[in-house]
């Protein structure tokens, strides 16, 4: 069967009614990502034994495929009493497994702030809480800005993995497509398009604020 | 069939996993040192034409990069196997990501070494071969054990073109027989056989390297 | 000093080398010169697609390609001297598109003739007459006994094989796209099942007896009384038969022959009982694939 332009220009609305789906997915995976990252790195920092564990627990998370992590999350726990809807699933698999690298992020972060800061907090009565919340985590964050947004569109391009346990994101409406109308080849050029539109769009933006936050920070 | 039986069956699959790891390797390596080399040296629009084909391959997700490959090709007449489409993908798509590596190891090289190359009159291709890329071999080394553990995991979704691999042999035998947690957990034992050992083995690596990647290190 | 740059050298041919040989893995685009039929008989091979369910199309502990629709290809074919067959195991719904890819030469797994597909490929004359099944939560609790029943109850979940005729028999019988979900196989839709995130799976008759005859499979059951979808006053069959790309028109004749003579001989009835089809499959003598591509059935 040839390619039909047609066929492929017609089917591009259809796929993009999945665009807000998919987006919305990757700020949750990236917000849950984030939470998950960090509270393994505190935890990690916070005691030696539990140090190891967070260290084992990550290095497994980014041993096995984030499709086998998906499979697993969605067949597996509902026998453990844990049933999540497909989309709840994907959202998670996703957050557990870029919070492993997100984890690293974070250790470079707060490696990168003096620790003359947290002396300073501690002088000052703070609580390491406290020091945490108000003192290191602001100045961390504009270090790890242009890490996490090159997550965060890891984490677009992590999407389409969703389509396979019936996520009714972009990639999976192109597959459905292409089953009814016996067509593949033009849904699939279609969704890979718009995906490379949207990575390099979202990557250039992220460039220009990685810029800006530079220029604001230098004194 | 209990948890043994089940991982015999799934690592029947290792030999495609393992095939399209080392064919991915064959092309993700040469990609990765080339087009990571051709953005370090051009300026101008022979650069602009490198990176649009870099990014082209590193900014598509891979899942839609493999069907577009699978499935679209044929349809402008070009139809590749399967395993071929599987190391390409996941080939091409690691290496793009490489290739940024291999350039950031050779741009953090101190100017100094090619001036004194320069000054010995060695043609700038000499410099190149036998002053920076020995001294960038050993920033690159983490990346590629990087590479390789990516591509070992990215081969699980050669499962979804119809490649008889560790993932799909799970998926195999979940449908002759209905057990989920037994298949789903042999699976993710099957790929941390594979991958822990690597994993630790390029955190070993890193911390012997220790240059700092600005968080560009993959995905 | 020389040392070192004849390393370099080799280094750089050891490069280039990995690189062609990486490129070399690129196959020749197929020259489509010989027609599929004229391939199949030189090479005494040719490959199925098949999706892997029992009885239709699966892979045998052995290792091999068996079900209804593979032995009666492995039947016919033999007969022209094909001594091998291979197989790929595909979705449901990538089964056409991957013929029409030039993935496999025939489809022989379960899969009806409907006049769209027919614009996608040619058929071979029909094999089976087969109705939609339902398969339910054990004890039926939602009651669910027809697409009607579904219809009826906005809460009721559906789900169903992406491109299979028995999804498309819900949509027609009316049941809306919200209350249907497409999942990729069987095991999928039975974990949906037993995980309460559907209510109902509906499969062709003859899967649905195959899935629950697994003795390790408790918590579901098939819907019984059961009416699908109803067309002009009459309950809808499914027709199954072979599918080949449509330039395939030789190699589909040839298979026609064979199969008529298959018939003749009693092989497609012991096939037939051989994977627990009855009487009541056999397709009706006015049923042609002309026909039913028309959509006169």
């Known amino acids: 069967m040839k390619f039909s332009l047609d066929f492929a220009l017609s089917v591009v609305p259809v796929i993009l009614s999945g665009l807000f789906t998919t987006l919305w997915i990757t700020v949750a995976a990236c917000v849950g990502a984030s939470v998950l990252g960090f509270t393994f790195e505190i935890l990690r920092r916070s005691n030696r034994w539990l140090g190891y564990v967070m260290r084992f627990l990550i290095d497994v998370i980014r041993s096995t495929p984030v499709l086998?992590?998906?499979?697993?999350?969605?067949?597996?726990?509902?026998?453990y009493g844990v049933t999540l809807s497909a989309v709840m699933a994907g959202v998670l698999g996703l957050s557990v497994y870029y919070s492993g690298y997100l984890a690293e992020v974070f250790k470079g972060g707060i490696d990168s702030i003096d620790t003359g800061q947290f002396e300073a907090g501690k002088a000052l009565g703070l609580t390491r809480m406290d020091v945490v919340l108000r003192i290191v985590a602001p100045q961390m964050l504009r270090n790890v800005v242009a890490p996490m947004g090159n997550y965060f569109?890891?984490?677009?391009?992590?999407?389409?993995?969703?389509?396979?346990?019936?996520?009714p994101e972009m990639l999976g409406i192109a597959l459905e497509v292409g089953a009814n109308s016996f067509r593949y080849a033009e849904p699939m050029i279609a969704v890979g398009i718009i995906f490379l539109i949207l990575a390099v769009g979202i990557n250039q933006l992220v460039r220009l604020l990685e810029k800006k936050m530079l220029a604001s920070s230098a004194r | 069939m209990e948890i043994a039986g089940i991982l015999a069956g799934i690592l029947e699959g290792f030999r495609v996993t393992a095939l399209v790891t080392f064919y991915g390797m064959l092309w993700a390596v040469p990609f990765a040192l080339i087009a990571g080399?051709?953005?370090?040296?051009?300026?101008?629009?022979?650069?602009?034409?490198?990176?649009?084909?870099?990014?082209?391959?590193?900014?598509?997700?891979?899942?839609?990069?493999?069907?577009v490959l699978y499935y679209s090709l044929p349809s402008f007449g070009i139809r590749l196997s399967s395993m071929t489409v599987g190391a390409m993908a996941l080939g091409l798509n690691i290496g793009g990501y490489g290739s940024q590596a291999v350039r950031a190891a050779l741009q953090s090289l101190d100017r100094g070494q090619v001036e004194a190359g320069r000054a010995l009159g060695l043609h700038r291709l000499h410099i190149l071969a036998l002053i920076e890329l020995p001294q960038a071999a050993a920033a690159m080394m983490p990346t590629f054990v990087n590479q390789f553990i990516q591509l070992v995991k990215g081969t699980a979704i050669v499962s979804l073109i119809t490649l008889t691999d560790m993932t799909f042999r799970a998926k195999q035998i979940a449908e002759l027989q209905y057990n989920p947690v037994g298949v789903y957990t042999s699976l993710m034992l099957a790929y941390l056989i594979v991958c822990y050992p690597a994993t630790l083995f390029g955190r070993y690596l890193e911390r012997r390297v220790h240059i700092e990647q600005r968080g560009n290190r993959e995905i | 000093m020389h040392t070192s740059i004849l390393r370099s050298r080799q280094l750089l041919a050891a490069l280039l080398t990995v690189a062609a040989t990486g490129l070399g893995a690129l196959s020749t685009p197929a020259a489509q010169a010989a027609s599929t039929r004229d391939t199949i008989t030189k090479s005494q091979t040719l490959t199925i697609g098949i999706h892997n369910r029992a009885p239709w199309g699966f892979r045998s502990e052995s290792g091999q390609a068996t079900g209804f629709h593979p032995d009666i290809v492995r039947a016919a074919f033999e007969r022209m001297g094909?001594?091998?067959?291979?197989?790929?195991?595909?979705?449901?719904?990538?089964?056409?598109?991957?013929?029409?890819?030039?993935?496999?030469?025939?489809?022989?797994?379960?899969?009806?003739?409907?006049?769209?597909?027919?614009?996608?490929?040619?058929?071979?004359?029909?094999?089976?007459?087969?109705?939609?099944?339902?398969?339910?939560?054990?004890?039926?609790?939602?009651?669910l006994h027809s697409y009607g029943d579904i219809i009826a109850n906005p809460k009721a979940r559906l789900t169903g094989g992406r491109g299979t005729l028995n999804s498309k028999n819900a949509i027609d019988a009316g049941v809306p796209a919200s209350q249907l979900t497409y999942l990729g196989d069987a095991q999928a839709m039975l974990s949906a099942i037993m995980a309460d995130r559907v209510d109902a799976a509906t499969l062709s008759a003859p899967s649905v007896v195959g899935l629950l005859a697994d003795p390790k499979l408790k918590g579901v059951e098939r819907a019984?009384?059961?009416?699908?979808?109803?067309?002009?006053g009459v309950p809808a069959s499914m027709y199954t038969a072979i599918a080949f790309r449509a330039e395939d028109t030789d190699l589909r004749d040839a298979y026609n022959e064979q199969l008529s003579k298959l018939k003749?001989?009693?092989?497609?009835?012991?096939?037939?009982?051989?994977?627990?089809f009855t009487d009541e499959d056999a397709v009706p003598q006015a049923v042609t694939t002309a026909k039913v591509c028309a959509g006169e059935y």
């Open chain 2, 37 to 67: 080399v051709l953005q370090y040296f051009t300026h101008g629009v022979t650069r602009f034409a490198v990176t649009c084909v870099i990014e082209f391959w590193r900014s598509s997700p891979v899942l839609i990069l493999l069907f």
């Open chain 3, 224 to 232: 019984t009384p059961f009416t699908g979808l109803i067309r002009k």
């Open chain 3, 82 to 143: 094909v001594k091998n067959i291979n197989f790929v195991i595909t979705e449901f719904g990538a089964l056409i598109p991957g013929l029409n890819a030039g993935r496999f030469d025939m489809v022989a797994s379960g899969i009806a003739i409907t006049p769209e597909r027919c614009n996608a490929v040619i058929f071979s004359e029909p094999d089976l007459a087969v109705g939609d099944s339902l398969i339910v939560k054990a004890g039926n609790p939602l009651k």
């Open chain 1, 153 to 167: 569109v890891s984490a677009l391009k992590a999407t389409p993995y969703l389509a396979v346990i019936a996520v």
């Open chain 3, 264 to 276: 003749a001989d009693g092989t497609v009835v012991r096939l037939m009982k051989q994977y627990g």
């Open chain 1, 68 to 79: 086998v992590q998906l499979y697993f999350l969605y067949f597996v726990m509902p026998f």
